[in-house]
């Protein structure tokens, strides 16, 4: 375990369900962070929170919704998803301002949308 | 255009050899560049990070480098083992919140 956890690691849903992707960091982290991974592509930055506030929201689609209620969790909520967002969900948590800062990432959330 | 190109996008190596992979960007300045390993259904982790200031940085069997002049790391991997078989990331960073992701290397380590 690298200190951040992602649950569930794999979730398959249709396009008019809800479902929530969770993650929660034991480092006391004060930044974290969703990225979307789909194949053969980059990392893609969808939200960061810093200190609980949303600090950065990369275009994402308003089917996707972030929620961090403290600084340890935080969640993704899907709704009305399509199958092009089935990817690898990826949560990240950093402390900022410290001069040789890592991410620590979580082993994701693989999502198929049906 | 990515800001972050690596090659080769895949290679395949007998377990016990050498192999580098490279990572051109053009991102900058920068803050940090950073290695990453990422195994199979897992999160990315992190192998080495370096500073503009630096020129190299080992961590066990992989050593990273890091021409500024001509934004070009490397990192190579020394008598590979099978269970170097994985994705590595080249990530440019430049402030907390914006890093430049490569597609990454997928390496495949046969026996």
């Known amino acids: 375990e690298t200190g951040v956890t992602q649950t569930p690691r794999h979730l398959v849903m249709g396009m008019t369900n809800k479902k929530s992707l969770k993650c929660e960091q034991h480092?006391?982290?004060?930044?974290m962070y969703w990225y979307k991974q789909s194949a053969k592509k980059p990392l893609e930055l969808m939200f960061v929170y810093s200190l609980e506030e949303r600090v950065e929201n990369n275009s994402v689609p308003s089917r996707f919704s972030p929620e961090c209620p403290n600084s340890s969790h935080l969640f993704l909520h899907l709704h009305t998803l399509q199958p092009e967002d089935s990817a690898l969900y990826l949560c990240?948590?950093?402390?900022?301002?410290?001069?040789?800062?890592?991410?620590?990432f979580g082993s994701g959330t693989r999502l198929t949308v049906v | 255009k990515n800001q972050v190109e690596q090659s080769p996008q895949s290679l395949i190596i007998l377990e016990g050899k050498n192999c580098t992979l490279q990572?051109?960007?053009?991102?900058?300045?920068?803050?940090?560049l950073r290695w990453y390993k990422q195994d199979t259904g897992r999160g990315p982790v992190s192998l080495t990070i370096m500073t503009f200031s630096e020129n190299t940085k080992s961590n066990g069997r992989y050593t990273a480098t890091l021409d500024a002049d001509t934004k070009q790391s490397s990192l190579h991997i020394t008598a590979s083992q099978l269970s170097d078989s994985a994705s590595y990331i080249c990530v440019v960073s430049l402030n907390d919140y914006k890093l430049s992701f490569g597609a990454g290397t997928t390496v495949t380590v046969r026996a």
């Open positions: 990240a948590s950093s402390q900022e301002d410290s001069q040789n800062y890592g991410y620590t």
């Open positions: 990572c051109n960007y053009t991102v900058s300045p920068f803050s940090n």
């Open positions: 480092l006391g982290h004060n930044a």
